[in-house]
């Protein structure tokens, strides 16, 4: 795998215009598990392949799991009202070979709003309903959580995940050459594509500053939706590839979605 600075990957903020969103995603946490790449046999179309890393001699795909609570989610231009809700959001590291840009493949997203209509209704993005709680006590004189837990009750992705940090604990990411081309890859892609609820493909795109995270310990997680699809099994959500967390970050996200012809 090659190096990856984020000098080549960072650039300032597109200018947002109409319906664009701006928001912080505080408690943000991103836990990513290395499976064999033939679980996602199938799963998008031939433009995109795998990202995969390399552990212990073998090839692993990597996939997340990305609680957070939206905070002042409204829109980047206008003075509307804003809103604070639980979301979680899951991902496979994909590169789209029409391009070669690395990013995402979005199984989809749970929401704890009555907001989640619009994007289903307008977009068909695969956004689905779930009552998320935060339970967190972050320690910002150390800059450490003492305690993270989020659990949703929903049908789609029930979820339940528990996280400590102690201080002065190292980022290691298996796999890659060095730490800063991991967190480019885990935290920096821009680009995300999917199957929307109609079964066209579909593409989003946001921005955000390089991410400040930290490392976490994994105390318990059980996510279903992984589960339900063999992804990842119950047994193997104990042992994270990594656990990173940041408590609070500024995302902006360009808003129509499109469809790809």
Same mark, same amino acid.
């Not at 969103?21 to 943000?28: A, T």
């Not at 972050?138 to 201080?167: C, F, G």
């Not at 921005?207 to 279903?224: E, M, Y």
């Given at each position: 795998?090659?190096?990856?600075?984020?000098?080549?990957?960072?650039?300032?903020?597109?200018?947002?215009?109409?319906?664009? %969103?701006?928001?912080?995603?505080?408690?943000?946490?991103?836990?990513?598990?290395?499976? =064999?790449?033939?679980?996602?046999?199938?799963?998008?179309?031939?433009?995109?392949?795998?990202?995969? &890393?390399?552990?212990? *001699? $073998?090839?692993?795909?990597?996939?997340?799991?990305?609680?957070?609570?939206?905070?002042?989610?409204?829109?980047? %231009?206008?003075?509307?009202?804003?809103?604070?809700? *639980?979301?979680?959001?899951?991902?496979?590291?994909?590169?789209?070979?029409?391009?070669? $840009?690395?990013? &995402?493949?979005? @199984?989809?997203?749970?929401?704890?709003?009555?907001?989640?209509?619009?994007?289903? @209704?307008?977009?068909? @993005?695969?956004?689905? =309903?779930?009552?998320?709680?935060?339970?967190?006590?972050?320690?910002?004189?150390?800059?450490?959580?003492?305690?993270?837990?989020?659990?949703?009750?929903?049908?789609?992705?029930?979820?339940?995940?528990?996280?400590?940090?102690? /201080?002065?604990?190292?980022?290691?990411?298996?796999?890659? =050459?060095?730490?800063?081309?991991?967190?480019?890859?885990?935290?920096?892609?821009?680009?995300?594509?999917?199957?929307?609820?109609?079964?066209?493909?579909?593409?989003?795109?946001?921005?955000?500053?390089? @991410?400040? &995270?930290?490392?976490?310990?994994?105390?318990?997680?059980?996510?279903?939706?992984?589960?339900?699809?063999?992804?990842?099994?119950?047994? /193997?959500?104990?042992?994270?590839?990594?656990?990173?967390? $940041?408590?609070?970050?500024?995302?902006?996200?360009?808003?129509? =979605?499109?469809?790809?012809?």
């Amino acid at each position: 795998m090659e190096l990856r600075k984020f000098k080549h990957h960072l650039h300032d903020k597109p200018k947002p215009s109409a319906i664009d %969103v701006s928001c912080q995603l505080q408690h943000f946490a991103i836990i990513t598990y290395a499976v =064999p790449p033939s679980r996602f046999d199938g799963l998008f179309p031939a433009r995109f392949t795998l990202d995969t &890393v390399v552990i212990h *001699g $073998e090839e692993k795909a990597l996939i997340s799991v990305v609680p957070f609570i939206d905070v002042d989610f409204t829109s980047a %231009v206008y003075p509307l009202p804003k809103f604070t809700m *639980g979301q979680t959001n899951y991902r496979i590291y994909i590169i789209d070979k029409t391009t070669n $840009e690395r990013c &995402v493949w979005f @199984l989809g997203t749970t929401l704890d709003s009555w907001t989640l209509a619009l994007p289903r @209704l307008l977009w068909n @993005l695969p956004w689905y =309903p779930g009552d998320i709680k935060f339970d967190c006590d972050y320690d910002a004189s150390k800059q450490i959580y003492r305690h993270y837990h989020m659990i949703t009750e929903a049908s789609w992705a029930p979820a339940q995940v528990e996280l400590t940090q102690a /201080e002065h604990s190292d980022i290691a990411l298996l796999g890659f =050459p060095d730490t800063e081309t991991g967190l480019v890859y885990l935290t920096h892609p821009l680009a995300g594509f999917y199957h929307r609820r109609d079964g066209k493909l579909g593409t989003y795109r946001v921005w955000h500053k390089q @991410l400040k &995270v930290k490392s976490a310990k994994l105390k318990f997680a059980r996510f279903g939706l992984l589960t339900r699809l063999g992804f990842v099994t119950e047994k /193997e959500q104990a042992l994270p590839h990594s656990v990173l967390i $940041e408590p609070i970050n500024e995302f902006t996200i360009y808003l129509p =979605p499109k469809v790809v012809k």
